[in-house]
Every structure is written in C-alpha cells, then in structure tokens.
C-alpha cells in the first residue's frame, strides 16, 4: 500500500476519523494502542510474514533498554548494550547483506559452490532498526530514559507515516510526543495537508516522469549517446530527491495530520555550496544518525588530520552500504567521502583562494559531482556504471531527436524539463510551507491537486527508498 | 465540535467544492476541444462509432495495421479509418456491432489480421469512458471513471500528445482516421528490423465467443462485409506456424452470403513500402489502397468507382 495510491488514500481517511474519534477519550493509551494497530496493519500490507520481526525487535529493544537503565555497573550496561547492536544489526546483516558478503566472498576466492539463501528484504528494516539503536545507545549513554509504557515504545517503532522510509527518528524527539495526550490543531492540520499534497506533486508529477525517460536510458545505456546520458544522470537526480523528498514529506504530512510532529529530512540540497553543505540538506535524519552514532564515537573532527579522513571515509562507506548490498552503493559513498575529504583539504590550504569563487559556481560545481556519483548508485553494478561514464565521455554530442528523447517523444522531454523548472520555482513558496493565511493554505492546495490530476504520471509506482 | 474540527470541515468542504467544480470545467473542456478533437485517436474514433450516424460513410475497422494501410481518400470520398493502435480482434467486433446499429446499407471493410482473434484491449487512452457499452467492453467500472479529471487521470499527456501529432504531422500524413508514417528505413534498419520481429513465433487464434459473435453480426445483416488481409512484408508469413488454419477460417467465413474476402497478405512489396514488417508506410499504403479499389470496383462497382 504505496503512500500514492487510492487504497492508502482510503486507509488514512478510516484512521484518521477514527483516531480523533478516540482521541476524545483523553486516553493516552487508547490512542496510541489504535496507531500501533493500524500501524501493523499497513505494514502486513507489505508482507504480513514480516511483522513478527519488528515486533521481536522492538520488545527486546524494550526490554534492553529498561535493564541498561536498572543496571547499575559499567560492565553489565556494555554487555546490554552490545546484545542490543548484535540484535539488531544481526538482524539486518541476516536479511540484507548475508548474500551480498557471501557471494563477494565467492567471488573473490572463486570458490565453485557457496551457501546463498532466497531471502526477502524486509520493507524499511535498515530505517527502523536506526531507529531502535539510536534509542538503546541513547538510554546507555545517559542521555534518555527508557519508555515505561510498552504501547507507547512498540507504537514508537512502527508508526506507519514513517516505518518503511524514514526518517528516521530520534526516540528524544518522536517517544515523548507518545507520551503526552494530543489535540486536534486546525493550523497544524492546514500545514499537514499542503505537506502531503507538496510531496505528492514531488513524487507523481516529477519523479514518475522523469523515470520514464531515466528508466528507458539505463535499461540501454550502450545504444545511447553523450548528450542523452548527461540528460539522463541530471534527470535521476531530479527523481531521487523529489521521489525521496516527495515521501518525507508526505511522512510528515500524515503525521502532523494526526498530532506529532517529524523531522525535516531535507532542505533543497542541490543549492548547497559544499559537499559539508549538501549532507546538512541531503536525508537529514539518516546523516545526523552517522555524525552522532558513528563519527563522532570514532573521535570525530576533534583528532589528527589522518584519523579524522578515516573517520569520514569509514562513516561514508558504511553509509553506502546502508542504502543496498551492493558495490555501486559502496562506491557511492566512498566517492562522497573522498570528495569531503579532499573540500577539507582545500578549505585548509586554498580558503584565501576559494572564499573569492561565488556561491552559485560553488552550487553548480557540487551539483555536478553529485550527479556524476548519482550514476553509481542508479545502475545495477559496477560494469555498467564504468560503461556509462566511458560513454559519457567518447563525448558524442551527435543530434538524433529520437535519442536524445530517449525513444519516449520531445513533448516526454519538454514535460520533464519544465516539471524541474516547476520544482526550482516552488522553492520560493514560504520556507517549510508555512503560510500565514488559511486562504493561502486552500489556494495552494487546489493548484496542487489540480496539478497532480492534470499532470501526474499514470500508475503506483514505488518509492525508490522502500528497497533499502 | 470544537472551533478547529470545524473550521477544519469548511476548509475540507471548500477545498473538495473548487477543486471538484474546477475538475469538472476543466475536464470538460478538455474533453471537448482536445479528444473529441484528434481525429486520429481511439477515443475519438470510439465517441465518433457511437454518437455517429452517417449514411453515406464506409467505415474501415481494425488494428493499427488498418489505421496505417487503408488510404480512406483513395479507396472512397466517403471512407473512414477506424484503425486503432494496439488494440485486438474484440474491439473492432465491437465497432462492428455498433455500425450495424445503424440503419445504413453502406459496404463495410475489416482489416483482418493473420494473428485472428485475441482479447487485448490496447491502452486505456484509446476509450472514452463516458458510456456504459464501454465500460463492459475494458471491464473498467471503476468509480474513478465517473469522478472529472480522474477518469482521464494519467493519460492527459497522452491525448495532448495526440492532438499536437494531428495538428502538426512532422513526419506523419493524416487522412481520415487514418496515419501514415513517410519516413523510409535504410536497409541496415529494416533489416534489424526483420531480425527483431524473427524472433517472435506468430501464429493463428481463435477464440470462440469472438468467431461466436462475429457470425451472428454477420448473418445478421445484409450489409456487404470486405474481410481484407492487406499486405505483410514475406519475413513475417514465415514466421506463422499455422497460417492455414487461418485462410481455412476465411474460407468458412466467405460462405457467408454477405462476405468477401480479399487476400493481399501474400502481394509481394519492396522493402521501401513497409514502416516495419507487419505496417505499411505512406507509398505503401497508397499502393495497396489503389490495389484494393481496383479489386472493389470489379466486386462492388455501385459504392466504388
């Protein structure tokens, strides 16, 4: 049940009555017992077989957490504490990366017969399992107390806005708001809806359509030429951020629909000036998730030069394993961190120099590097993102129409265009939609949908992020 | 209620109040000025077979073979294509049934193609679905084709694009109904072309309720009926396991009194005349048009001279 379907439309309008329905009752309880309910039943939409795992995961979480509180020495706290990381990063090294290592084990000692396994991925493991760590290494680090309420935990853990794709929340900000009694908000409610109808226009009008023509490109990369290649890698990073953006909107949205409010996950991150800059706008939740769990721990920026470049490429490259047991997704992160690496460098030796360059080509520069690293994590292996790049540059700019529309018609190519002008445009709607006026709540909302209906790509299609 | 449930429902109640007049007015313009004007679309030519009562018209029917083969200008004045893309035998039985609603004696001509009868249906954008018959034929009852805009949900693009085709053919000649492509392939090209289509197995279908219907369609009428298989290129005939199946179903059908059959699959035409192996290009299909009508003349010289 894709957040963009009918069905789910259905869904949340049921939940959403019933919700406030109940929240009448002023019963913390009630309430919440109600989301955890219609939280696992959208999740057993996915793959009912599943639930048992979140539920597993979330009691012992529970159950941890209480006893690294009670305890009382060091060791004992350490001990629960690494039962914990075992836990649940078992869990996902079992479901997510068990072939991925065999078969690169295989691979590297050629070895003829290996052990793989036909496993599923669970939907939004990698997000929820983040989610819980975060909160058992919170609670053994002094800087949260456990949840005393069980429904209230278990809720925490598998809130549907935000179970399959993030973000993915801090238990210090998403648990207390389970705790207290919540009120129906009409400005809230106004700010919620105009937050999914953006997002939905992100996700239907944007991203489905620039899929097309991405889709007809990397299904063929050989046969294409420079010039449709160059338009195919900018179009991708168009589609990730408004198919990812479109979803973390929409999480919010649903969310401040129901009384609780998210974190914001982006924050228009291709006008960053700075790759620094771009991972402070690029899916917030998950790189401040790596700063306060993983870099920092390793020492952070408070060591030598050398320590704090390994540091970062060790946070990158597990940060692009996180997203797919794939090389293409290591490369991805290993390049972001050897481009952080090497801004740090410049910054340290060139600052006089670069202080002078202006913010736009500063802009323009880290898009482009950001692009060209969208191609490893868009293509299915390693082989074909060396292909794409070598075809990038025979630099064939030769004119065929029917190329350079990717084989789906000008008007294909014209549409997707103008839908990123589209986009560009509507960063100068208020910060975070935030409008002063509930006239401007309602007209933002009917050319949106408008929009949506006229323009939307026909089809429930799936949102990139649920794969990893 | 309190102040902000309510509130709450008049901004719900407005919102759904506009943008549903707004939907609807737009759809409706829409409707009218963009589909129901492109002559060369499936929901066009649907609208036009239901809503339609011409006397003197001779409709052609069939798939996208018929919409790119059959001149309509050449064959007759008052010939129409009704060819659609990519759409299957049961569509236009349908088109047929709904023809001969009509109290007409005009000749009809069906495209017949060697693959007889299967069930697909094509892209929804080939329908219209503000008739009931329609929403039987797609087995489409979904309640969103009732609500403006989203019936069309998805495909707006698509009939935008075949508006801006019909009304600016840049390598296109439109006629009636009917498209023909004016490009000619190098031989390189078609012959990855004859390769690609090699590698697909064809054969002949039937499908009883289709051959059920078709008949009593036909015994139920005495407007004469031209079954035409019109010209495929020889690469594709060899691809055909059971093609004499299929001329042993002609053969039945030409027992009907009111039915013709016209073969032309076998009439060998250069490569430069096909837009691939199975559809004509614009030389091609105003050669077999004029083939087509020197034979109708002889057979039928009242409705074409």
Aim: hydrophobic content about 45%.
């Amino acid at each position: 049940m894709y957040f963009n379907s009918i069905s789910f439309l259905f869904f949340f309008f049921i939940v959403f009555i019933m919700y406030w329905s109940i929240s009448r009752l002023k019963n913390i309880t009630y309430s919440n017992l109600f989301l955890l309910v219609s939280s696992y039943i959208f999740y057993s939409f996915w793959d009912w077989r599943f639930l048992g795992l979140i539920i597993l995961s979330s009691i012992s979480d529970y159950i941890i957490g209480i006893k690294i509180f009670q305890s009382k020495k060091n060791n004992h706290k350490k001990l629960l504490l690494r039962l914990s990381l075992i836990l649940n990063i078992g869990l996902l090294f079992t479901f997510k990366y068990f072939n991925f290592f065999i078969n690169s084990f295989i691979d590297v000692f050629s070895i003829s017969d290996g052990v793989s396994l036909n496993i599923i991925l669970p939907v939004g493991i990698s997000f929820y399992t983040f989610q819980t760590l975060s909160y058992t290494i919170d609670i053994y680090k002094g800087k949260l107390k456990p949840s005393k309420n069980i429904i209230s935990f278990l809720t925490f853990v598998s809130f549907f806005p935000q179970l399959v794709a993030g973000p993915i929340e801090r238990a210090s900000n998403l648990l207390p708001q389970f705790n207290s009694l919540r009120s129906f908000n009409f400005k809230n409610t106004l700010h919620g809806i105009s937050l999914i109808t953006y997002g939905l226009f992100k996700k239907i009008v944007i991203a489905d359509k620039l899929a097309i023509y991405v889709n007809s490109v990397f299904l063929n990369v050989d046969s294409y030429n420079s010039f449709s290649l160059i338009i195919a890698s900018v179009f991708f990073s168009f589609q990730i951020y408004c198919d990812f953006s479109g979803y973390s909107l929409i999480a919010r949205g649903l969310s401040k629909l129901l009384g609780f409010e998210l974190m914001v996950n982006f924050s228009q991150p291709y006008l960053a000036t700075s790759f620094r800059d771009f991972w402070r706008k690029w899916h917030i939740s998950l790189s401040t998730w790596f700063r306060d769990y993983l870099f920092i721990p390793l020492g952070g920026s408070n060591r030598t030069f050398g320590r704090i470049i390994y540091n970062i490429f060790i946070v990158f490259i597990i940060s692009g394993l996180w997203h797919g047991a794939n090389w293409t997704f290591i490369c991805w992160g290993f390049f972001h961190g050897f481009f952080l690496v090497l801004e740090r460098l410049i910054i340290k030796y060139y600052y006089k120099t670069i202080e002078f360059i202006p913010n736009f080509l500063k802009t323009y520069l880290v898009f482009i590097i950001v692009n060209c690293l969208w191609i490893f994590f868009r293509s299915k292996n390693i082989d074909e993102s060396l292909l794409y790049f070598n075809k990038i540059f025979e630099f064939n700019f030769s004119f065929n129409l029917n190329m350079i529309c990717a084989h789906k018609g000008p008007f294909n190519l014209i549409l997707s265009i103008s839908f990123i002008i589209l986009l560009l445009l509507s960063y100068k709607l208020p910060k975070d939609l935030k409008f002063k006026k509930s006239n401007n709540y309602l007209l933002f909302n009917i050319i949106t949908i408008l929009i949506i209906l006229f323009l939307g790509t026909n089809g429930e299609n799936e949102f990139i992020y649920f794969q990893f | 209620m309190n102040l902000s449930t309510s509130n709450f429902s008049k901004f719900l109640i407005k919102l759904i109040f506009i943008v549903s007049v707004i939907s609807f007015i737009l759809t409706k313009i829409f409707e009218q000025n963009i589909i129901l004007k492109t002559q060369t679309s499936g929901a066009y030519k649907i609208n036009k077979i239901i809503n339609e009562d011409l006397e003197n018209e001779i409709p052609i029917f069939g798939t996208s073979r018929a919409k790119s083969n059959y001149s309509s200008s050449i064959i007759n004045k008052n010939c129409f294509n009704y060819g659609v893309d990519g759409i299957s035998s049961k569509i236009w039985i349908f088109f047929l049934e709904e023809e001969l609603k009509k109290n007409k004696q005009k000749p009809i001509i069906i495209n017949f193609d060697l693959n007889g009868f299967r069930n697909y249906l094509g892209s929804n954008s080939n329908y219209i679905f503000n008739y009931p018959s329609i929403k039987n034929l797609t087995n489409q009852h979904s309640f969103n084709n009732n609500l403006p805009l989203l019936k069309y949900y998805g495909y707006y693009e698509y009939y935008l694009t075949e508006y801006l085709k019909y009304k600016f053919p840049l390598n296109k000649i439109i006629d009636k109904g009917g498209v023909y492509s004016n490009s000619i392939f190098s031989d390189s090209d078609f012959n990855f072309n004859i390769i690609r289509r090699s590698k697909l197995s064809e054969f002949f279908k039937i499908d009883s309720n289709q051959v059920k219907k078709l008949f009593s369609l036909i015994n139920a009428t005495n407007r004469k009926i031209y079954f035409v298989i019109s010209p495929y290129h020889k690469s594709v005939l060899n691809n055909y396991s059971n093609l004499k199946d299929a001329f042993q179903f002609l053969r039945l059908l030409e027992k009907c009194e009111n039915v013709k059959v016209l073969n032309y699959s076998e009439v060998e035409l250069k490569n430069e005349m096909f837009f691939n192996t199975s559809h004509l290009n614009y030389n091609g299909s105003q050669l077999f048009s004029k083939l087509l009508l020197d034979s109708l003349k002889l057979i039928d010289s009242e409705n074409f001279n």
